[in-house]
């Protein structure tokens, strides 16, 4: 069966510094792959989606960026953070035009 | 614009009293709808999709084109419905799924 795993699940990060969060999909191939940041009254916001290795498609310009070093691997980063990249950031994964299935979540807070 | 609108941040009804959450969109194409839900310390999952014409735990949700609406409906609700709803829709010509806002649904005892 197929499982998404994301790490970590939380995370307390100074402004300034550097950002990874890594997301990983087991018991699929050549899966489509998201991230969101899900914030109280505003839902989830679309910031990357990937079709396949090396195509990073970015849906809000911001302090992020994505990359796709393997076929079932995600990573969100940051070279600096901002107090507004604290939220919730939640993976997911798709295969075709059908549901997604998300990740645990990691709350980061940036002080 | 495509967007996806859930206009009830909040809705509390009594248990066994009828439940409708509100959704609608705004789409060019020909969109594939969805509900999601997430309850207390789970994660988000799959309510059920139109395409599927299904009704899973009780909760059905009917696809209006000309009112351009997707409204989750339950006619009895239970306590354990009690969590946070979305809305979403996606098509086949992008990879791109649109969230509403998210509705807070709370089953009183």
């Known amino acids: 069966s197929q499982t998404i795993h994301q790490w970590p699940a939380t995370l307390v990060q100074p402004v300034g510094s550097p950002l990874s969060l890594e997301c990983t999909v087991e018991?699929?191939?050549?899966?489509?792959l998201y991230w969101y940041r899900q914030a109280a009254g505003r839902g989830l916001q679309l910031l990357f989606y990937?079709?396949?290795?090396?195509?990073i498609s970015s849906e809000v310009p911001q302090n992020l960026s994505a990359s796709r070093p393997q076929d079932r691997q995600f990573i969100l980063s940051s070279k600096k953070l901002l107090l507004s990249d604290s939220g919730f950031y939640l993976c997911?994964?798709?295969?075709?035009?059908?549901?997604?299935?998300f990740g645990p979540g990691t709350r980061l807070t940036v002080t | 614009a495509q967007r996806v609108t859930q206009p009830e941040k909040l809705l509390s009804v009594f248990k066994g009293a009828p439940v409708e959450l509100k959704c609608n969109y705004s789409?060019?194409?020909?969109?594939?709808l969805f509900w999601y839900v997430q309850y207390s310390r789970q994660r988000l999952q799959l309510l059920l999709r139109?395409?599927s014409r299904e009704s899973i735990k009780g909760f059905t949700a009917d696809l209006n084109k000309g009112e351009t609406s997707f409204h989750l409906k339950k006619p009895f609700a239970q306590e354990e419905d009690s969590a946070m709803y979305y809305c979403?829709?996606?098509?086949?010509?992008?990879?791109?799924?649109?969230f509403g806002t998210g509705t807070r649904l709370k089953v009183l005892a």
């Open positions: 997911a994964w798709s295969v075709g035009f059908y549901e997604q299935y």
């Open positions: 018991g699929t191939s050549n899966p489509n």
């Open positions: 990937s079709v396949g290795i090396g195509q």
């Open positions: 789409y060019s194409g020909s969109p594939e």
């Open positions: 139109h395409i």
């Open positions: 979403a829709l996606t098509s086949s010509g992008t990879y791109k799924y649109i």
